[in-house]
C-alpha cells in the first residue's frame, strides 16, 4: 500500500501548492492527469478497492487509535485520488464495497448514544480555485451575487455535539459515524471552562429565553502551551510525547478516566447547532449563533471574519491564514459558512457535508530533502531514539537539519534508506516531522539502516522489554545516559542551574569529574574551565549557580531525579505530600499503602532499587538541602514562571496583569527570550509575538493565563 503513498507524495515535489491544483476538485481534467488512459475496468476495480481499504485503515489509526501514520496532506491525497478514479469509471466504482464517507470515531468502550441531529462533515478545499468554485456554486443557487459569509478558523482538534436541557449540560458524544457517537458525558464535563449550565432565563423562545433542548456542536482541542506542557511532563516521566495537539484531545476522550481530562488541559470551543426544540429558539444567522453562545456563556470563536462576496472570503481565509501564527489553539483550515440561515437552507445537504460550508485547508509547509545519515541518540532512562540527520532545508522560515524517527520500527515501516530523498513538513505543530520517501529519487546506493545491536555510547548490548517498541541501553555507567540526567537535573523545571549547558556537560562527563548527579556539588574552579576558555568569571558565576541549586525547591529536585511517571505535576504531589527528600527515598523500602498516590507509587517503585536511594543518598552528603514544598514559592500556581506581556488584553490592564502574576509566584519580563515561559498577547500585539514564535516559547491569550492561576 505504501506505493499509492509514495506515488502521491512523489507528484508533489516543489510547489506543493500548484500540484494540488492540478489534481483538481474532481474535475475530469485532473482525472485525465492522474489516471493511466488504457486503464481496464478490472484494473480500475483493484485500485479503487485498495485505495479505499488503505483509506479505512487511516480513517481507523485516526479516529478511534489517534495514531495517524501519513500527514493530514496524505491523507486527502489518498482520497482526491480515490474521487478521481470513481468519476473516470463508476460502474467499477459501483461493484467495490464502499467506505463510509464520514471517519468513523466510535471506539468501542464507550456506550454510544444516539444524535438529535446528523453530526455532518464539511467539503475541503485546498486552492483559491477551488474555493471561488464553492463561493460560485453559492451565488448561483441564491441567484444573487456579493453573498454574505462568515469565515472562522478551523479547529483541529475532536468534534462533539453537547447537548443542553433547559439550560443543563446533560450529554456530551462525539462524533462517531455522524448518526451515532461515543457518549463521553464525564470526560467533557471535566473540561475547564465549560459551564453545566447556560446564562439566561429557562423556557421559551422568546428575547434571551433558553431553548428546552439543544445539541451544541464544537470541537475539543489542546491549546499549544498545554500541549507542551503535558509533552514536556510525559518526556520527563520517560513517556510517549503526543505527536500533535489533536491526538493528545483524542487521546484523552478515548482514556477511562475522566479526571485525566483536568490534567491534561483540554479545552472547547462551540460553532454550531444540531438539533434545537423548539425550532423557533435557533438564531437566524451563524453571526448572531456566536453571540448566542456567548450570551449563554459558552466559550466560543473569539476570532470571526465577516466577508461578502467571493473576493472578500478569499481574502479573509488568507487573513486566518496569517493570524494563524498567533492563535494560542491548533488550526488546520478555515471554515467558510454561509451567514444567513435561510440561505444555508436553501442550498441544503449533499452526501455528508452540508452544501453551504467548505473547509478550505492550509498546506502544511514541506520540503524535500536528503537523508544524510541516521544518528542514534540515547535517553536519560536509556532508550535509543533514531535521528534523521537531514541535507539543512529551509521549511516555514526556520532552517530544518534533523527530525526525530522515532523508533526502530518506524525506520523498517517506512524502509528508510540512508540517501534518500526525503519529505520534511511542518503543518500546526512545531516539531518538524518526516512525512515520506521520495521513492521515484532513491539511488542505487542508498543503503538500508542497520539499528545497532550495542549502544552507541558505552557499548553494553541492547534490550527490547516485551511489549515496548523501545530499544534500550541496561548500561548502569553509560555516559550518554549520565549526560542526559545532569541535563535534565539542570534543566529550568529541574534545580536550575544556569550555565551548565550541553558542552559544559559534556566536558564535565568526558573528564570523568562527574560521574553522578552529586559530582556536581564537588566541583572545584578548575573542574569547570569551560573548553578551550581560561578560568575566571563563567566559572566562578556556574559554581555559584550550583552552589544556589543545593537550596532548590524539593518539588525541582523530585522532577530533577527523573523518576518515570514523575514530572512537574506529581513531583509537587509528592513534595507535599513527604515533605523531604529522605522521607521521598524511603518510600522505596516498603510497598506503598494500597489507597497511595500514583506520584507515591512510582517513586516507591524507583527507590525500590538500592541504587537510587544510594544517589540520594550521595546527594545529601553532598549538601543538596532542598526547601520543603511548604517554605518556597511552590505551592504557587506560576512559581519560577517567566511571562512577557504584549498588546491590549480583554479585560485586565499591563499593571493588573502583572500583579495577578505576581501574586501568583511567577515575574513579568519586558523581553522576549529563550528564558520566557509564556507571552501573553493581546489585541494589536507587535514583534513579541514573533519573537516567541521564533524562540518557541508558548503564547498564550488572557483567559488561558486566568486558567493557569487558577487551575495549577
Ligand atoms: S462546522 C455542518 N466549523 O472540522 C458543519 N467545523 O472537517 C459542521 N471543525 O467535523 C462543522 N472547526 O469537527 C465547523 N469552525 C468550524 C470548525 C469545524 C473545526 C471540524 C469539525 C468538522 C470538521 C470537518
Given at each position: 500500500?505504501?506505493?499509492?503513498?509514495?506515488?502521491v507524495?512523489?507528484r508533489?515535489?516543489g510547489f506543493?501548492?500548484?500540484?494540488?491544483?492540478a489534481?483538481?476538485?474532481v474535475?475530469?481534467g485532473?482525472?485525465a492527469q492522474?489516471?493511466?488512459?488504457?486503464t481496464t475496468?478490472a484494473?480500475?476495480?483493484?485500485e479503487?478497492a485498495a485505495?479505499?481499504t488503505e483509506?479505512?485503515?487511516h480513517?481507523a489509526?485516526?479516529?478511534?487509535?489517534a495514531?495517524?501514520?501519513?500527514?493530514?496532506?496524505d491523507y486527502?491525497?489518498l482520497?482526491?485520488?480515490l474521487?478521481t478514479?470513481?468519476a473516470?469509471?463508476p460502474?467499477a466504482a459501483?461493484?467495490?464495497?464502499?467506505?463510509?464517507?464520514?471517519g468513523?470515531?466510535?471506539?468501542?468502550?464507550?456506550?454510544?448514544?444516539?444524535h438529535?441531529?446528523?453530526?455532518?462533515?464539511l467539503?475541503?478545499?485546498y486552492?483559491e480555485a477551488e474555493?471561488?468554485a464553492?463561493?460560485?456554486?453559492?451565488?448561483k443557487?441564491?441567484?444573487k451575487?456579493d453573498?454574505?459569509?462568515?469565515i472562522?478558523?478551523k479547529?483541529?482538534?475532536?468534534?462533539v455535539?453537547?447537548?443542553f436541557?433547559?439550560g443543563?449540560?446533560v450529554?456530551a458524544v462525539?462524533r462517531g459515524?455522524?448518526?451515532?457517537?461515543?457518549?463521553?458525558t464525564?470526560h467533557?464535563r471535566?473540561?475547564?471552562?465549560?459551564?453545566?449550565?447556560l446564562?439566561?432565563p429557562?423556557g421559551g423562545?422568546g428575547?434571551?429565553g433558553?431553548p428546552?433542548?439543544?445539541?451544541?456542536?464544537g470541537?475539543?482541542?489542546?491549546?499549544?502551551a498545554?500541549?507542551q506542557?503535558?509533552?514536556a511532563?510525559?518526556?520527563?516521566a520517560?513517556e510517549a510525547?503526543?505527536?500533535n495537539?489533536?491526538a493528545?484531545?483524542?487521546?484523552?476522550l478515548?482514556?477511562?478516566?475522566?479526571a485525566?481530562?483536568?490534567?491534561?488541559?483540554?479545552?472547547?470551543?462551540?460553532?454550531?447547532?444540531g438539533?434545537?426544540?423548539?425550532?423557533?429558539?435557533r438564531?437566524t444567522?451563524?453571526r448572531?449563533?456566536h453571540?448566542k453562545i456567548?450570551?449563554?456563556?459558552?466559550?466560543?470563536?473569539?476570532?470571526?471574519w465577516?466577508?461578502?462576496?467571493a473576493?472578500?472570503?478569499?481574502r479573509?481565509v488568507?487573513?486566518?491564514?496569517r493570524?494563524?501564527a498567533g492563535?494560542?489553539?491548533?488550526?488546520?483550515?478555515?471554515?467558510v459558512?454561509l451567514?444567513e440561515?435561510?440561505a444555508?437552507r436553501?442550498?441544503?445537504?449533499g452526501?455528508?457535508a452540508?452544501r453551504?460550508a467548505v473547509?478550505y485547508?492550509?498546506a502544511?509547509?514541506r520540503?524535500e530533502?536528503r537523508?544524510?545519515?541516521i544518528?542514534?541518540?540515547?535517553?536519560?532512562t536509556?532508550?535509543?531514539?533514531?535521528v534523521?540527520?537531514l541535507e539543512?532545508v529551509?521549511l516555514?522560515g526556520?532552517?530544518?537539519?534533523r527530525a526525530?524517527?522515532?523508533?526502530?520500527?518506524e525506520i523498517a515501516?517506512r524502509d528508510l534508506r540512508?540517501g534518500?530523498?526525503v519529505?520534511?513538513?511542518k503543518a500546526?505543530?512545531?516539531?518538524?516531522?518526516?512525512?515520506g520517501?521520495?521513492?521515484a529519487?532513491r539511488?542505487?546506493?542508498?543503503?538500508?539502516?542497520?539499528?545497532?545491536?550495542?549502544?552507541p555510547?558505552c557499548?553494553?548490548?541492547?534490550?527490547?522489554r516485551?511489549g515496548e517498541v523501545?530499544v534500550?541501553c541496561?548500561g548502569?555507567?553509560?555516559?550518554a545516559?549520565?549526560?542526559?540526567?545532569i541535563?535534565?537535573f539542570?534543566?529550568?523545571?529541574?534545580?536550575d542551574?544556569?550555565?551548565?549547558g550541553?558542552?559544559?556537560?559534556?566536558a564535565?562527563v568526558?573528564r570523568?569529574v562527574v560521574?553522578e548527579?552529586?559530582d556536581?556539588?564537588r566541583?572545584r574552579p578548575d573542574?569547570v574551565?569551560?573548553?578551550?576558555k581560561n578560568?575566571?568569571?563563567?566559572?566562578?558565576?556556574?559554581l555559584?549557580?550550583i552552589?544556589?541549586s543545593r537550596?532548590?525547591?524539593?518539588?525541582?529536585?523530585?522532577?530533577?531525579l527523573g523518576?518515570p511517571?514523575v514530572g512537574a505535576v506529581?513531583?509537587?504531589?509528592?513534595a507535599?505530600?513527604?515533605?523531604?527528600l529522605?522521607?521521598?527515598?524511603a518510600?522505596?523500602e516498603?510497598?506503598?499503602?494500597a489507597?497511595?498516590?500514583?506520584?507515591v507509587?512510582a517513586a516507591a517503585?524507583?527507590?525500590a532499587?538500592?541504587r537510587?536511594r544510594?544517589?540520594?543518598?550521595e546527594?545529601?552528603?553532598a549538601?543538596?538541602?532542598?526547601?520543603?514544598a511548604?517554605?518556597?514559592?511552590?505551592g504557587?500556581?506560576?512559581?519560577?514562571?517567566?511571562?512577557?506581556l504584549?498588546?491590549?488584553?480583554p479585560?485586565?490592564?499591563?499593571?493588573?496583569?502583572?500583579?495577578k502574576i505576581e501574586?501568583?509566584?511567577g515575574?513579568?519580563?519586558?523581553s522576549?527570550s529563550?528564558?520566557?515561559d509564556y507571552?501573553?498577547?493581546?489585541?494589536d500585539?507587535?514583534?513579541?509575538?514573533?519573537?516567541?514564535?521564533?524562540?518557541?516559547v508558548p503564547?498564550?491569550?488572557e483567559?488561558?493565563?486566568?486558567?493557569?492561576?487558577e487551575t495549577?
Amino acid at each position: 500500500m505504501n506505493a499509492f503513498i509514495s506515488e502521491v507524495a512523489a507528484r508533489r515535489v516543489g510547489f506543493f501548492r500548484v500540484v494540488r491544483c492540478a489534481l483538481g476538485f474532481v474535475a475530469a481534467g485532473a482525472a485525465a492527469q492522474t489516471v493511466p488512459p488504457a486503464t481496464t475496468p478490472a484494473v480500475a476495480r483493484e485500485e479503487i478497492a485498495a485505495l479505499r481499504t488503505e483509506i479505512a485503515r487511516h480513517d481507523a489509526l485516526y479516529h478511534r487509535q489517534a495514531a495517524p501514520e501519513i500527514s493530514d496532506g496524505d491523507y486527502d491525497a489518498l482520497k482526491r485520488k480515490l474521487r478521481t478514479w470513481e468519476a473516470r469509471f463508476p460502474d467499477a466504482a459501483r461493484e467495490v464495497p464502499a467506505v463510509a464517507e464520514v471517519g468513523d470515531d466510535r471506539s468501542g468502550l464507550f456506550k454510544t448514544y444516539r444524535h438529535g441531529e446528523r453530526m455532518l462533515s464539511l467539503e475541503k478545499a485546498y486552492t483559491e480555485a477551488e474555493l471561488r468554485a464553492f463561493a460560485a456554486r453559492a451565488e448561483k443557487a441564491l441567484g444573487k451575487r456579493d453573498v454574505a459569509f462568515v469565515i472562522e478558523p478551523k479547529f483541529d482538534g475532536l468534534a462533539v455535539s453537547v447537548t443542553f436541557e433547559q439550560g443543563r449540560l446533560v450529554r456530551a458524544v462525539t462524533r462517531g459515524n455522524g448518526i451515532e457517537g461515543d457518549e463521553v458525558t464525564a470526560h467533557v464535563r471535566a473540561i475547564a471552562g465549560l459551564p453545566r449550565v447556560l446564562r439566561g432565563p429557562a423556557g421559551g423562545e422568546g428575547a434571551g429565553g433558553l431553548p428546552a433542548v439543544i445539541e451544541m456542536r464544537g470541537e475539543v482541542y489542546v491549546p499549544f502551551a498545554e500541549f507542551q506542557r503535558v509533552n514536556a511532563e510525559r518526556e520527563a516521566a520517560g513517556e510517549a510525547r503526543f505527536a500533535n495537539p489533536r491526538a493528545l484531545a483524542a487521546g484523552t476522550l478515548r482514556q477511562l478516566d475522566a479526571a485525566e481530562v483536568g490534567r491534561r488541559g483540554l479545552a472547547v470551543v462551540f460553532y454550531g447547532i444540531g438539533a434545537c426544540e423548539p425550532t423557533g429558539a435557533r438564531p437566524t444567522t451563524q453571526r448572531g449563533l456566536h453571540e448566542k453562545i456567548r450570551a449563554w456563556g459558552l466559550p466560543g470563536v473569539s476570532d470571526l471574519w465577516p466577508a461578502s462576496g467571493a473576493d472578500a472570503a478569499w481574502r479573509a481565509v488568507q487573513a486566518v491564514e496569517r493570524a494563524r501564527a498567533g492563535f494560542a489553539f491548533p488550526t488546520d483550515g478555515a471554515v467558510v459558512k454561509l451567514d444567513e440561515v435561510a440561505a444555508q437552507r436553501e442550498l441544503g445537504v449533499g452526501e455528508s457535508a452540508p452544501r453551504w460550508a467548505v473547509a478550505y485547508k492550509f498546506a502544511a509547509a514541506r520540503a524535500e530533502t536528503r537523508l544524510r545519515a541516521i544518528t542514534i541518540q540515547v535517553g536519560r532512562t536509556g532508550v535509543l531514539t533514531p535521528v534523521a540527520e537531514l541535507e539543512p532545508v529551509v521549511l516555514a522560515g526556520s532552517t530544518v537539519a534533523r527530525a526525530t524517527l522515532h523508533n526502530r520500527e518506524e525506520i523498517a515501516r517506512r524502509d528508510l534508506r540512508v540517501g534518500d530523498f526525503v519529505y520534511v513538513e511542518k503543518a500546526g505543530e512545531i516539531i518538524p516531522a518526516l512525512a515520506g520517501v521520495n521513492r521515484a529519487r532513491r539511488s542505487a546506493e542508498a543503503v538500508p539502516f542497520v539499528f545497532p545491536t550495542a549502544c552507541p555510547a558505552c557499548g553494553t548490548g541492547v534490550v527490547q522489554r516485551a511489549g515496548e517498541v523501545a530499544v534500550r541501553c541496561p548500561g548502569a555507567a553509560c555516559p550518554a545516559q549520565l549526560r542526559r540526567r545532569i541535563e535534565h537535573f539542570a534543566s529550568k523545571a529541574g534545580v536550575d542551574i544556569e550555565g551548565l549547558g550541553p558542552a559544559m556537560i559534556d566536558a564535565l562527563v568526558e573528564r570523568g569529574v562527574v560521574q553522578e548527579l552529586a559530582d556536581l556539588y564537588r566541583l572545584r574552579p578548575d573542574d569547570v574551565v569551560a573548553p578551550g576558555k581560561n578560568p575566571g568569571k563563567s566559572a566562578e558565576r556556574l559554581l555559584a549557580a550550583i552552589a544556589a541549586s543545593r537550596r532548590a525547591e524539593l518539588a525541582r529536585v523530585l522532577y530533577g531525579l527523573g523518576i518515570p511517571q514523575v514530572g512537574a505535576v506529581a513531583a509537587r504531589e509528592l513534595a507535599r505530600e513527604c515533605g523531604s527528600l529522605e522521607a521521598v527515598a524511603a518510600l522505596g523500602e516498603k510497598t506503598p499503602a494500597a489507597g497511595a498516590s500514583a506520584a507515591v507509587r512510582a517513586a516507591a517503585a524507583h527507590f525500590a532499587e538500592p541504587r537510587h536511594r544510594a544517589g540520594v543518598k550521595e546527594l545529601i552528603a553532598a549538601g543538596l538541602r532542598p526547601m520543603g514544598a511548604e517554605a518556597g514559592a511552590g505551592g504557587r500556581a506560576l512559581a519560577g514562571k517567566t511571562f512577557v506581556l504584549t498588546g491590549t488584553l480583554p479585560t485586565l490592564s499591563r499593571a493588573q496583569a502583572t500583579a495577578k502574576i505576581e501574586a501568583a509566584g511567577g515575574r513579568v519580563s519586558a523581553s522576549v527570550s529563550a528564558r520566557t515561559d509564556y507571552v501573553v498577547v493581546g489585541t494589536d500585539a507587535g514583534g513579541k509575538r514573533e519573537q516567541a514564535r521564533t524562540l518557541q516559547v508558548p503564547v498564550i491569550d488572557e483567559a488561558e493565563l486566568l486558567r493557569l492561576i487558577e487551575t495549577k
